[in-house]
Every structure is written in structure tokens, then in C-alpha cells.
Nanobody, 116 residues
Framework: QVQLVETGGGLVQPGGSLRLSCAVS????????MGWYRQAPGNQREQVAT???????NYAGSVKGRFTISRDNAKSTVYLQMNSLKPEDTAVYYC??????????WGQGTQVTVSS
């Protein structure tokens, strides 16, 4: 059974940093493209960053230069390093694993709040 478990969310002041982690169980990690998405109240879920199983990355324009996605295949874990956080980064952040045949798996989400 596939499970994605996010950790690392919390409350941080503007300009601060957080590192999110997503541990994946179920023997799919090496074959999956991984991504981080977020959803703020009243907004649709949006893509933040993705990384292929080959290591190619893509970022939303609003986070480019501030966020970094990475993966550790040995640990079946994907990370999102978030620097220079802004109040508009406040959202629930979700981890996603996308298989080549179109199947999506999602984590339960972790809250990130940027506020002074």
C-alpha cells in the first residue's frame, strides 16, 4: 500500500525558512515523478515544484529562486527547502507522487503559516 507522509510544516516569520519532507512507502518512489502542491483558503490547489525520477526540476514562478525541491531515492523521500518565506506562501502543502501511467498519490498535507 502506498503512503505519503509529509512533515516539517509550522509557523514561521516572514523571511524565515522551513524544510518540508515527504516519506513515501510502497516501493514506487524510484519510478515516480514527485511534486509539492499547495492550497490556500479559498484558492485552488496549485503546483509549487516538481522533480522527475531523473532529477529534472520545475518551479512555479512565485517560488523560483526561493524554494528548492530535491529527492533522496535511497530514503524514498522528497524535500522542499523554503527560504525567504512570505505571508502569501501560507497554505496547506501536499506531496504528490505521479506514476508514468497517470496514477496520482497524495499525502495528507502539512500546514505552513508565514506570519509575524
Amino acid at each position: 500500500q502506498v503512503q505519503l507522509v509529509e512533515t516539517g510544516g509550522g509557523l514561521v516569520q516572514p523571511g524565515g525558512s522551513l524544510r518540508l519532507s515527504c516519506a513515501v512507502s510502497g516501493s514506487i518512489f524510484s519510478r515516480a515523478a514527485m511534486g509539492w502542491y499547495r492550497q490556500a483558503p479559498g484558492n485552488q490547489r496549485e503546483q509549487v515544484a516538481t522533480i522527475t525520477n531523473g532529477g529534472s526540476t520545475n518551479y512555479a514562478g512565485s517560488v523560483k529562486g526561493r524554494f528548492t525541491i530535491s529527492r533522496d531515492n535511497a530514503k524514498s523521500t522528497v524535500y522542499l527547502q523554503m527560504n525567504s518565506l512570505k505571508p502569501e506562501d501560507t497554505a496547506v502543502y501536499y506531496c504528490n507522487a505521479r506514476m508514468s501511467w497517470g496514477k496520482d498519490y497524495w499525502g495528507q498535507g502539512t500546514q505552513v503559516t508565514v506570519s509575524s
